[in-house]
């Protein structure tokens, strides 16, 4: 595939995305999906002025010299960009992988989105600190939760907790085995003037501090579940493709009655059917009720589509499947 013809999707993708670009750059979006605008094997994520590109190529020297040319083009497009960093899937080392500056001297430690301003370490891991699928519900949450209490768990960099808090929510725990992760969610709480609580960030196992939580009578108005693909530690496995309904009814009795549930799978080979499924057993029994699927951006889901996804993500508009439940208790 020629440089010429990734160019001609680049400009279609920007063009579709202009509306994204406030006149400060501080926002955060997907630039270019390839995997469903036409190459699969880039990338390309904008937070702040710092543009991110992510090689998926299986041999990733064989995408070095189009990924030149095409930060070239950008830097030339879109001239307000001042860093880039180049993360690579398969990339033989982890400082490869977590992403490298290759141009610009500084990447951008924030962003804001609908007025709040989230704390981003575009290298701390293999993802980017922020997750840009999620961005509608962020903004659901902020809208939703005013005056609820709320357990954030898998809270990875805690922007859901941040959201919750910017929308009023009288109190949130934030729960992560790393620490590393909860410290920049301590940062986005400085950012936005919010006091940080030391107590309300709980660095434990999911599984541990679920059962602790149990064993003390804990109850929230909302708990969100947005646990990564597959894990495992010594407490316990999470396994998003054979087994979400677990996870969910792990923290079902720690939600109060009138409360919400909001539930996250993000396996690719889960389609949106299989995962409507299991919620729909899970509600059988009358004590959770689907309320709301949130959708993905449409920056991040592709615009100018291309062929077909690897499963069918309908009645969710991505392999990201966002749910909200109402909660109903005995």
Not at 172 to 200: C, H, M, W
Not at 262 to 273: D, H, M, P
Not at 275 to 284: R, S
Request: a neutral charge.
């Amino acid at each position: 595939m020629t440089t010429s013809f990734v160019i001609q999707l680049l400009e279609k993708a920007i063009a579709s995305r202009l509306s994204l670009m406030d006149s400060q750059h501080e926002s955060a979006f997907r630039l270019f999906n390839g995997f469903t605008e036409g190459y699969p094997d880039l990338t390309l994520d904008i937070y702040g002025r710092t543009l991110v590109i992510h090689n998926y190529a299986d041999d990733p020297a064989q995408n070095q010299s189009l990924i030149q040319e095409v930060t070239v083009y950008l830097q030339n497009a879109l001239n307000w960009l001042h860093a880039g960093i180049l993360k690579v899937r398969n990339g033989k080392t982890q400082a490869e992988k977590k992403g490298t500056l290759i141009f610009g001297d500084e990447p951008d430690r924030k962003i804001k989105e609908h007025g709040v301003w989230y704390a981003v370490d575009l290298t701390i891991h293999r993802d980017s600190s922020l997750y840009l699928d999620t961005r509608i519900l962020r903004k659901w949450i902020m809208d939703h939760l005013k005056d609820k209490s709320v357990l954030n768990t898998f809270a990875y960099t805690g922007s859901f907790g941040v959201a919750a808090l910017k929308g009023g929510a009288s109190r949130v725990v934030q729960v992560d085995l790393n620490r590393g992760f909860l410290n920049i969610a301590k940062e986005s709480y400085t950012l936005n003037g919010i006091p940080i609580q030391k107590g309300d960030f709980i660095s434990r196992d999911f599984f541990e501090q679920v059962g602790n939580m149990k064993r003390e009578n804990k109850r929230f108005d909302c708990v969100i579940i947005d646990p990564p693909f597959y894990s495992t530690t010594s407490k316990g496995k999470v396994d998003q493709v054979h087994d979400s309904a677990r996870l969910i009814n792990k923290v079902h009795p720690l939600i109060n009655d009138g409360g919400i549930l909001i539930a996250i799978n993000n396996a690719l080979y889960v389609s949106g059917q299989t995962y409507i499924q299991t919620l729909e057993e899970l509600c059988k029994d009358g004590y959770l009720k689907i309320k709301e699927l949130i959708p993905v951006p449409e920056d991040f889901t592709g615009y100018n589509k291309v062929g077909s996804p690897i499963t069918d993500p309908s009645p969710f508009n991505h392999s990201t499947k966002i749910a909200v439940l109402d909660v109903r208790k005995k």
